[in-house]
């Protein structure tokens, strides 16, 4: 009898572990969310746009940046005293955790450029042990990094709302983009099991 039971118990694992090899993540197209699961055709499938910001570094970064990362994106602001902080702490803990894979790339867009400079940038990497090669803080023009935001990371779940940029982009998620500069999922940046499935989630994407 104890023998049936360590037989079912090890063909549990191993559906399991099958199932976890076989997973896939949808494909999102639109700011309401609904997951799309066939492979989509690159050239006409919604993607992040073209655009040029500036690292803490003072050197720039584009699109070209995305392509072949995985890469998880969010939107703060250096002096904000509420929920950035707490931001900060998730997106670190994704840090340390891919700290050695080098497909992997965090990127925070500052939702107040006008006073988070290159130079106060590199600070709060500084302060927050933020490491270059591995997790970027973007400054630049603020209708782009809005425009960014809304329109094309979907960032507010703002379900297509036309607000721009003399509305203040606030928001706790982190959007999670692939190798195609396509979004395949979004996260509350607070939640940590919504964080542990965030990272759950890059593990799959690097076995596509």
């Keep these: 009898m104890k023998l049936k039971y360590y037989i079912i118990a090890l063909l549990g694992v191993v559906v399991i572990s099958c199932q976890e090899k076989t997973r896939k ?14 492979t989509p055709e690159a050239e006409t499938f919604h993607k992040i746009r073209p ?4 690292d803490q570094e003072g050197k720039v970064f584009s ?24 931001m900060t702490k998730s997106m670190s803990k994704i840090q340390e955790e891919f700290k050695n894979d080098n497909q992997i790339q965090l990127v925070s867009h500052s939702v107040t450029p006008d006073k ?22 973007l400054t630049g023009d603020k209708d782009e990094i809005y425009n960014l935001g809304r329109k094309f ?5 703002d ?30 940046s607070l939640d940590p099991n919504s964080m542990q499935a965030l990272a759950e989630d890059i593990k799959v994407l690097e076995e596509e």
């Excluded at 940038?121 to 591995?134: G, R, T, V, W």
Aim: aromatic residues 18%.
């Design 25 to 38: 993540l949808p494909y999102y197209n639109t700011s309401d969310f609904v997951p799309f699961w066939e």
């Design 51 to 54: 655009f040029n910001l500036v």
């Design 63 to 86: 699109e070209k940046n995305l392509e072949g990362k995985i890469t998880v994106v969010d939107f703060f602001f250096t002096s904000c005293p509420g929920i950035c902080p707490k």
């Design 116 to 137: 988070d400079s290159v130079t106060v940038m590199a600070a709060y990497a500084k302060k927050n042990s933020i490491q270059y090669n591995k997790w970027k803080l």
């Design 153 to 157: 990371y979907f960032v507010e779940e």
């Design 159 to 188: 379900l297509g709302e036309n607000n721009d940029s003399s509305i203040f982009l606030h928001t706790e998620n982190f959007v999670l983009i692939d190798k195609n500069r396509m979004i395949r999922g979004i996260y509350n």
